[in-house]
């Protein structure tokens, strides 16, 4: 009976692992797809720059809004339900975006895709820890990377797929539904495994998540809100702007794509390696201020211009 446990044991990580990876890759992609299409939103769908700006935008205005609500919605139904609805909603809104026979549901399809997303982001590392709170600095980093890797294959691969098959933008955006559906599938399991479970002495409930008063009045809270909002800033305004600015610096639509590709892939090994040596550290100030350091130079040399990539290589 032992050995049976600990085989069914083993069988419950590898799909719980599974679900996280999972579920990682499902954050960024959907939204960092859009980028490199832009300029053909503009011509087969007839949007300004305006417009076009609001389909990576609204993703954003989301997670503003619903993140501070994510608390209690889990704490009601729990980590692993509302983590499975997000899914779901996120496989819905990307099938709605790509709808043909109304144009209104790119937008309706693309903010329910930034209201799923937003759950997910909130949710994903307190899942994390509930579930596998001895290998949280590990799985995180491993989520962190799955995470950027397909963050890149989004815009990578947008232009690829648009103009390889018949259904142009709206199946290179479609695409990624399967995804997500991919993860509901696994996260069924998981779901019913944990309703199987016994309820904790006392019958109480252990919290999920939590929101305290206090943290409004913590001078480290907002710092650390500061910081993680502008950082998410400067990334999501990369993933959807900078195929653009390289296009209109003539390079091809399919280079720029590619260009964030490279960016996630150079990005892999310190996604992996912050969390682990964050996790290490009593203080994290230190790796949040060399990051910052490292975005200045970063952009510096960009607006700089003097390391433009040839415009004659060929991704």
């Known amino acids: 009976m032992a050995t049976k446990n600990k085989v069914l044991s083993q069988k419950s990580f590898i799909l719980l692992f599974i679900g996280i990876l999972l579920i ?3 954050l960024r992609a959907p939204i960092t ?3 490199p299409l832009s300029k053909i939103l ?5 949007l300004s720059n305006a417009w076009v700006g609001m389909l990576t935008t609204l993703p954003l205005l989301a997670f503003a809004v619903i993140s501070p609500l994510v608390a209690s919605v889990a704490g009601k139904f729990g980590n692993e ?4 609805a997000s899914m779901l909603f996120l496989t819905l809104g990307i099938a709605l975006r790509s709808y043909r026979a109304n144009d209104g549901c790119l937008f309706i399809g693309t903010l329910i895709i930034g209201v799923a997303v ?10 994390i820890k509930e579930r596998l709170p001895e290998k949280i600095g590990v799985m995180t980093g491993a989520y962190t990377v799955v995470m950027s890797l397909f963050a890149g294959l989004g815009s990578g691969l947008s ?3 648009e103009r390889g098959t018949s259904f142009g933008w709206r199946g290179s955006l479609m695409v990624w539904g399967l995804l997500s559906l991919a993860a509901v599938i696994v996260m069924l399991p998981l ?7 016994p309820a904790p002495a006392g019958g109480q409930r ?6 305290s008063k206090k943290l409004l009045t913590s001078p480290l809270a907002w710092y650390v809100t500061l910081f993680m909002g502008l950082q998410s800033l400067l990334f999501y305004v990369l993933m959807a702007w900078l195929p653009s600015i390289l296009v209109s610096d003539g390079y091809r639509a399919s280079q720029g794509g590619w260009m964030i590709l490279v960016l996630q892939i150079i990005s892999l090994p310190a996604s992996f390696l912050a969390p682990v040596l964050a996790s290490r550290r009593q203080s994290q100030t230190g790796l949040a201020v060399f990051a910052s350091v490292l975005y200045v130079i970063g952009f510096a040399g960009m607006l700089s211009g003097k390391w433009r990539l040839s415009q004659k290589v060929s991704l």
């Open 118 to 127: 937003a759950f997910g982001n909130v949710l994903l590392p307190s899942f």
């Open 191 to 197: 779901l019913h495994a944990k309703q199987r479970q």
């Open 24 to 26: 990682s890759a499902n």
């Open 33 to 35: 797809a859009v980028g």
């Open 206 to 211: 252990r919290p999920t998540l939590f929101f």
């Open 42 to 46: 503009n011509q087969e769908m007839n």
């Open 159 to 161: 232009i690829p797929i």
């Open 81 to 84: 339900r509302t983590l499975f």
